[in-house]
């Protein structure tokens, strides 16, 4: 026989809560409550948003096996490891800077330029919340850039000093090693190209000039807090 707790459990109006993140909040700010560091919360947060998505709405894709890995293998993702790099060893401020900078630059100037679009995003729609999608996918695009540069602005020496060729090299090096180890490997065996502006549908001269876009913004990651310095001596 059902139970009363079973009709509250899975009802369609608790399953949309919880499969878009609408319980994280609430989650994340019980547990500051109890003490908890409210940056690394934060950052926690963060990282459970895509988590709890794909690992919720994973039961709707058919033609991939992985859906549910895919919140570790955007670009976007490895932001969080650069959030807790940061949070952790303070002194790699400048790496996390850039990696956030171009994924924040990247992100809403493809948006702009190029229609970026999350490809195979058409499942479950009677399910999903689009203010609440938009909303993280905001927060996520835009909130950790802004940690990083008013941490820079609490450490004007560090920020004065420590963006140099080294920290442009580790920057690249972020970008390849997330296309080469992570990216290329997730294209190969799912299909999935995560982003419709690398997909093959387009010409390859476009990708080709969104790669050059992105590596126009992972240089400029490395030359703007330089560049605000110079102006402010």
């Given at each position: 026989m059902e139970t009363l707790l079973d009709k509250y459990i899975y009802?369609?109006?608790?399953?949309?809560?919880?499969?878009n993140g609408m319980h994280l909040p609430f989650l994340a700010l019980f547990a500051v409550a109890l003490g908890g560091d409210p940056l690394f919360i934060f950052f926690l947060f963060m990282k459970l948003v895509p988590y709890n998505y794909y690992n919720c709405f994973h039961h709707f894709v058919d033609d991939n096996d992985y859906f549910y890995l895919k919140?570790?293998?955007r670009l976007t993702d490895s932001?969080?490891?650069?959030?807790?790099?940061?949070y952790f060893y303070p002194e790699y401020l400048p790496i996390a800077h850039n990696v956030h900078f171009i994924i924040t630059?990247?992100?809403?100037?493809?948006?702009?330029?190029?229609?970026?679009?999350?490809e195979n995003d058409d499942y479950a729609e009677e399910y999903k919340i689009s203010w609440i999608d938009t909303y993280?996918?905001?927060?996520?695009?835009?909130?950790?850039?802004?940690?990083?540069?008013?941490s820079l602005y609490l450490n004007p020496e560090l920020a004065c000093s420590a963006f140099d060729d080294s920290t442009l090299y580790y920057?690249?090096?972020?970008?390849y090693t997330w296309f080469v180890a992570i990216y290329v490997p997730w294209v190969y065996f799912t299909g999935d190209y995560l982003y419709s502006v690398l997909n093959p549908l387009h010409s390859w001269?476009?990708?080709?000039?969104v790669v050059?876009?992105?590596?126009?913004?992972?240089?400029?990651?490395?030359?703007?807090?330089p560049g605000i310095c110079s102006i402010m001596q």
């Open positions: 009802n369609k109006t608790n399953s949309m809560f919880v499969m919140h570790m293998v932001g969080h490891v650069a959030s807790m790099l940061f630059f990247s992100y809403w100037g493809c948006k702009v330029l190029f229609n970026l679009e999350e993280y996918a905001f927060l996520n695009h835009t909130a950790p850039y802004v940690i990083m540069c008013y920057t690249l090096m972020w970008l001269y476009f990708r080709i000039f050059a876009f992105v590596h126009m913004v992972a240089y400029t990651s490395n030359q703007v807090v």
